[in-house]
């Protein structure tokens, strides 16, 4: 019984925990179960073992490298409380004392442009306090380039695209049901109603159907030559993420990332920590068609060709094979019932989409839209809410 | 009951349905922990299958509710049988009692039990259930709430009777392609597996097992033909229920091997898109296949 082997009951709880520092969620419930499980199988069997723990601790296909990897470092020669564990553990409680300190991920040094916006945010925090901001009359800011903002404005413009995708999320979110009106009979209120005259029934409840919610799909380019604009469409996706419950989030360069999970639940520094070592290819090159080819591939169930909105946030400059992102703008084209791209470049009047990804895309696009500043965004959303 | 992770595999081999042993140890923790399963995979690598071999193995009764977007309480949970409740109260009216019959409408007498509350409600112990709740990530993100209750305290919550719990809890299992995230929440409350692409020997042995009659030459074709397959980047990738469709299509045309014309004639039985077709003709993988001397 589990009782006689302590050892193993300490150990596994302390496992529990260095999966929870890996951001493998595992609740009290699941550690009870995993050790109810341990008196089920024979503890002589290292792959029973294995998937018993696994089982019970991982909920998704990701946390399986994570927990996998951490398996063979925590319970590797055989000896729960050898030296490799012990090693762990040790390293595990200095982890959780300077948990603060740790958050410098590993990949940081790899992501200059992340690892630039959390410091500007912290540089700008102190800033704040020293200089008074000067009057700035909100429209002019709202015109302004993203890429123009003094250190001080940029909070503010922060700020605003996070209550903007609130509110936007909000709006979509709402559901009607006319009540009396609709053109189903609504049996189960008719018959309460009934009771009060005894059970006849007097007036006829009505029913309607309660629209189907629009579903939306956002991916965000973050190529090197976005670095400048995608921070700001990544929290207007964040925003967007945590208020609207039918949306999804893809980032993507020269390879796609589904972020939904990462943005979920999470301020935005956390989120950009977590970014950095999970989004493959950061500040690359760009690859489009590629990317909506493995969309197409892994995610086809989310589009709905009545009810989803694709949205792309990117300049266009590709340097993958035309031909491809031709024939997946096509399929796109077939599967979504409104196709948006937001290109930061169109703000200059000069633009002209000429680049080959550009426009190539450009016959399939239901809107064509600028994207480099607060005003043009606030337009991107009133886009959006026409149904 | 199963006493082993053993004995699972062996039942599960004995239904003709070849697993690892890791399949194996969590039907066995789910039926010890009595913990619902989510299954997830790709299309067509038998998740909705264990729970069809688990109720033949277990000798129960499988109740399915297949997910869609739209599903609702009313066609997954309970309905209230309104002509019922109505003949009551005219009923209650001849009789001259009309307040007290209408005050019992709202009874579990009045109740149409949906799938969900079917598996809570079996009473004897004689009649356990396998409840299979398909393709969950069809349904809607609000249907995934209903099942919170569930799946954790196996009881259903009417407003107007109160709660109801199960007497035997049934053995769960969850599938989902993955097209999008289950909530936490749900997965939190499941015991949790992948099932991959199976590997050479195990799609052989699955084919021998499933097609008895099948040429050992064409089974050991079409496998290592599907292996190939698998690893070109196709829109969907043909999964086992596509190796069975085609080895019991060659047998009805009478195949004993593979060849260019036999894999162009049938390859609608693996590939379902128009694209797909297109780039295997492009890539002429038919040249690949190993000549039936070759075999073996």
Known sequence: ?387 | MFNSIEEVQKAMEEEKYICERSLATVVFLALKLEKPLLLEGEAGVGKTEVAKVMTQALGRRLIRLQCYEGLDVNSALYEWNYPKQLLRIKMGEASQQPLESVENIFSTEFLIQRPLMEAIQCESADQHIVLLIDEVDRSDEEFEAFLLEILSDFQITIPEIGTLSAKHRPLVIITSNRTREIHDALKRRCLYHWIDFPPFEKEYRIVTTKVPTIHETLAYQICSFMQTVREKDFYKKPGIAETLDWANALIQLHRDHLDRVTVEETLGCILKHFEDMKKMKETDLVSCLSAPGEAR
């Open chain 1, 1 to 387: 019984m589990i009782n006689q082997d302590s050892d193993l009951l300490k150990n596994v709880i302390l496992f529990s925990q260095a999966l929870r520092r890996r951001k493998v969620g595992v609740t009290i419930d699941n550690m009870l179960d995993a050790l109810r499980g341990i008196s089920l199988i024979h503890l002589q069997k290292k792959g029973d073992f294995y998937h018993l723990l696994s089982s019970n601790f991982v909920s998704c296909k990701e946390e399986m490298d994570t927990f996998d990897e951490l398996f063979e470092q925590f319970w590797s020669l055989g000896d729960p409380s050898g030296p490799a564990t012990k090693k762990i553990i040790t390293e595990e409680i200095n982890a959780s004392e300077d948990k603060e300190e740790d958050s410098s991920f590993e990949s940081k040094k790899d992501q200059p442009f992340i690892k630039a916006w959390s410091d500007e945010r912290e540089a700008n925090e102190l800033e704040g306090r020293k200089n008074m901001p000067f009057y700035s009359p909100d429209e002019i800011l709202q015109q302004k380039d993203f890429t123009h903002f003094r250190a001080e404005e940029l909070e503010k413009v922060k700020d605003w695209v996070s209550i903007l995708s609130r509110k936007i999320a909000t709006y979509l979110s709402r559901r009607w049901k006319r009540g009396g009106k609709g053109d189903r009979l609504d049996f189960r209120r008719s018959i309460r109603q009934s009771i009060k005259y005894g059970g006849e029934i007097m007036e006829l409840k009505m029913r309607d159907r309660k629209p189907k919610p629009l579903r939306l799909i956002l991916a965000c380019d973050v190529s090197g030559s976005m670095d400048n604009y995608s921070q700001f469409f990544l929290r207007f996706m964040h925003g967007l993420q945590n208020h609207y419950p039918h949306c999804e989030t893809f980032a993507f360069s020269t390879r796609l990332s589904h972020i939904t999970t990462l943005l979920k639940r999470r301020t935005f520094d956390e989120t950009l920590h977590l970014l950095s070592g999970k989004v493959l290819d950061w500040s690359g090159g760009t690859n489009i068609g590629a990317a909506l080819h493995h969309l197409h591939q892994r995610h086809s169930g989310l589009f709905h060709p009545n009810r989803s909105l694709f949205l792309i946030y990117s300049d266009g400059w590709d340097r993958g094979d035309t031909t491809l992102l031709d024939s997946e703008m096509k399929n796109l084209r077939r599967q979504v019932k409104r196709l948006i791209w937001l290109n930061p470049l169109l703000g200059n009047q000069n633009y002209q989409p000429l680049c080959k990804g550009m426009s190539t895309a450009l016959p399939y696009l239901d809107h064509f839209l600028p994207c480099h500043n607060f005003s043009s965004l606030k337009k991107v959303c009133h886009v959006i809410m026409r149904k």
